[in-house]
Every structure is written in C-alpha cells, then in structure tokens.
C-alpha cells in the first residue's frame, strides 16, 4: 500500500499533527538529545538532521532517546546513506529531489520518505515512488500560492514547503494547502547550537510554533 493514501507511522502522525518540522543544519551538534527535546518541549517534535552535518549518525542515534521527539535525516542523496540512517534508527528519510534509490530503502523498511520536488513531473515521480509527503523545494520560488496551484491536479498529496518558510509566511503555506510546513535555520540558527543554547531554540521554536495559528 502507498503509504502517502495511508501511513500509520508516527514519524507522519506527528508531522501533521505539529504543522512543522524543524530542519537542523549546524555544521555540528554538540547535544543531540538537549537540542531534541528543546524542540519538541516548544511543539516541534519532528526533528530533522542532515547528511550535511558532521557525524550526522551518532547525532540521529543520540537523539533518538529525546523524549516526545520524532527524528529523521535530510538531504539524502544515496542508497547507502538511506541504509546507515535507516541503521542508526532514523524514523524518517527526506530527500532534497527525486532519489528513487532512497524511496526503495525506506519503503523495504516501512520508514517515511519525504521526497524532494518542484515541478509537477517531479511530484507524481515522488507519489509514484511511494513518497509520504513531497517536500516543495525552494518553495521561496514562486510562494504559497504555487502550492494551492499544485493541489488542482494533485489534490490528495500531502505537500510540505521547504526553503523560504518563516514566522512570516508559515502560515500563508498552510492556508494554501500544505499539511505541514519546514523550520529552518530561523529556529535553529547554527551559531546557537554551537553555543549549546538551547533555551534560546525552544523559544525561538515556541513563536515559529505560535504563528501557525
């Protein structure tokens, strides 16, 4: 079955349920588990790391023992990256295009793929590879108004805008459509994760999280 007409993860559960995940690109976490929780104690509980940070998998395997906390990689590009994620217990997989070789690990291993795409050919490749959601990326491209446009034909895809969502615009996204959308660097800046300032994230998380409503 197509896990994006029916997914009983709660990788996806919880996604939908928050509106959002956080996106951590930090060129280092030095506290894996203290960044997590910060998050998900402000109601960010999908936290996801990137294969752009080092040591990516001792973070996700760390990480996992955050309470409440929902935890995935990003930036997925490989087979084998997709395996060591799906290893160190990575409970969702996002891709920045289309990776056929990602969505076949994560659909073997009943995980969640979130598969990066923009145009409409892109879209119905993520669904036909039996992506959960489609992350529209850089959504900051043609807006919230291109989402709504995207649900004419494709109503039933579960879009998640990426690149370019803040405080600001969040919610437009939502209002157009989306099921969720990605907190980047505006909640997690990487100079605070450096500095281990976790207080500093939730609340920083806490007001991206206040402006959905």
């Known amino acids: 079955m197509n896990p994006l007409l029916s997914s009983s993860s709660r990788a996806m559960e919880v996604i939908r ?8 690109r930090a060129p280092a976490v030095p506290d894996p588990v203290a960044l997590a929780e910060a998050l998900a104690g402000a109601g960010l509980r999908a936290v996801e790391f990137t294969f752009t940070t080092l ?43 289309v990776r056929p070789e990602v969505a076949e690990v994560a659909v073997a291993n009943q995980i969640p793929v979130i598969m990066g795409a923009f145009t409409p ?7 036909d590879l039996g992506a959960a959601a489609v992350k529209i990326f850089p959504a900051r491209s043609l807006g919230p108004a291109y989402l709504k446009d995207l649900l004419g034909p494709f109503p039933h895809v579960f879009l998640i805008p990426s690149g370019g969502v803040n405080a600001h615009n969040a919610r437009e996204y939502l209002q157009a459509g989306a099921i969720a959308v990605t907190a980047g ?26 402006s959905l409503d």
């Open 17 to 24: 349920a928050d509106r959002a995940l956080t996106v951590v």
């Open 55 to 97: 040591g990516v998998l001792d973070a996700i395997a760390k990480a996992r023992r955050a309470a409440d906390a929902v935890i995935g990689v990003g930036t997925v590009t490989t087979r084998d990256q997709a395996a060591a994620a799906v290893d160190v217990g990575a409970q969702f997989l996002v891709t920045p295009a």
């Open 121 to 127: 050919t892109e879209v119905v490749a993520a669904v």
């Open 185 to 210: 660097t505006e909640v997690v800046a990487p100079l605070d994760v450096a500095s281990s300032r976790w207080s500093e994230i939730g609340s920083r998380a806490a007001r991206f999280v206040h």
